[in-house]
């Protein structure tokens, strides 16, 4: 019984039937949006318009459609075709390299004419065609009238190494997903903050504990007047608030902390601090009327207590300046900060309140992952090596000369044909 499950998992159509569901739920995991909220997916995938005639969202919440990868069964997928290829590697692969290894010497004239590449030379030249082995880097064996060689062994490891590669993928997407977490934070310039908004998780996943202050946010622009890039130094600090760490990051440039991975993804406008009268420093804050999308904040300052007289704020960058309209919508003047305009009321521009989004990951698999396709790479890189076998049988004063190749068979005929013309 355990030869049999063994060998069925060994199997190479065991293995491509694993591959296929894999792929399938992977298309699954593509087409429907993941970690999502039930919300989410009410909306997009109602019961009264299912899709193919049975896709709703108590489905997609029921077989775990909503977090494909972090199934237990899709791990289970990807922990038997790992086992599978181990399998495989072990009853296929290892002894078909050790038979490779081995001398393989042709006795018979039957077993020269089953080649493709099959010739009888008339002439004894037998120490020459040793020579000519030698010289194009072939492994010689010989016993009495018997040779046998060979060359691109390592190119028989590269099935090997593939298999590695894939399972160390596998191993490290797997240990990704039961250890791995992402959390999204948007912090306020000078605040500090711990990891507690969390959007997926692994079920062995621990969230670490690290202090972090946004020590300041800011964003580049081009000639265009449009982002070129935006920017937060953020400080890591121990439990008594002292700076550990500090680094500043951008899109693309994220920074890395004891296996966690800070990423800039967004920012906001959260308010503005004006003086009014050269006495008093009020709060105000900024919202956003439109789609997130569009990048535009208003605020309304007013004059009186009934609220009812005042102008409105509107800012769509971060370039340090106001643009101010009264209350018929009528533009009177850009303000930047520190700059004073007397209105009913004298107003100073103190500062723009801004906050930064980080997305922040962990990934415990990753190494193992880029290791896998290092290794794959390699192999890609070795499979190009053929490997190439010759035999040589002298009887009765003629020559047998036969060989064959697994790949670039059209030039090992040219190799084979240059080894009859210098013979001759």
């Not at 020590?215 to 121990?238: E, K, V």
């Not at 009528?330 to 997305?359: A, R, Y």
């Not at 040589?392 to 240059?418: H, M």
């Amino acid at each position: 019984m355990k030869r049999f499950f063994i060998k069925t998992l060994a199997d190479l159509r065991f293995a491509i039937l694993l591959l296929l569901l894999i792929a399938i739920f992977s298309i699954f995991g593509t087409i429907i949006e993941q970690d999502q909220t039930i919300e989410q997916y009410q909306n997009n995938y109602p019961i009264t318009n299912t899709i193919s005639g049975f896709l709703n969202w108590k489905v997609i919440i029921q077989l775990g459609l909503d977090h494909v990868y972090k199934t237990w069964w899709f791990i289970s997928l990807l922990i038997i075709f790992s086992l599978s290829l181990l399998s495989c590697t072990f009853l296929q692969q290892l002894p078909s390299l050790k038979i490779a290894k081995r001398c393989q010497f042709f006795k018979t004239q039957k077993q020269f004419k089953k080649l493709k590449n099959f010739y009888l030379l008339d002439k004894d030249t037998f120490s020459y065609l040793i020579y000519l082995f030698n010289k194009n880097n072939y492994s010689i064996f010989q016993q009495q009238n018997l040779i046998y060689c060979y060359k691109g062994l390592i190119g028989r490891l590269a099935p090997i190494i593939v298999h590695i590669s894939m399972i160390l993928i596998l191993l490290g997407a797997v240990i990704g997903a039961i250890g791995g977490f992402t959390g999204q934070e948007i912090i306020p310039k000078h605040e500090t903050f711990n990891i507690q908004n969390i959007i997926n998780k692994g079920s062995l996943t621990t969230i670490p504990k690290i202090n972090t202050r946004v020590n300041d946010f800011w964003i580049t622009y081009n000639q265009q007047t449009t982002i070129d890039q935006f920017y937060s130094n953020i400080s890591f600090l121990n439990n008594f608030g002292k700076e550990i760490n500090n680094q500043t990051i951008s899109v693309n440039h994220p920074a890395k902390y004891k296996g966690t991975t800070y990423y800039q993804t967004d920012w906001n406008l959260i308010g503005l601090r004006v003086k009014l009268n050269n006495n008093e420093i009020i709060q105000y804050p900024l919202i956003s009327p439109f789609t997130a999308a569009e990048k535009i904040w208003v605020s309304w300052i007013p004059f009186n207590d009934e609220l009812d007289d005042g102008i409105t704020v509107v800012i769509n960058n971060l370039q340090g300046y106001i643009s101010l309209y009264d209350k018929t919508g009528k533009f009177i003047s850009n303000l930047e900060l520190n700059e004073t305009i007397q209105l009913t009321k004298e107003i100073t521009l103190i500062d723009i309140m801004s906050s930064t989004g980080l997305q922040i990951k962990t990934d415990p698999g990753i190494y193992i992952i880029y290791t896998g396709f290092g290794l794959l790479m390699i192999s890609t890189l070795i499979s190009y090596q053929t490997y190439s076998q010759l035999w040589i049988l002298k009887n009765n004063g003629k020559i047998y000369l036969g060989g064959n190749t697994t790949r670039a068979k059209y030039e090992f005929e040219i190799e084979f044909q240059k080894l009859i013309n210098q013979t001759k």
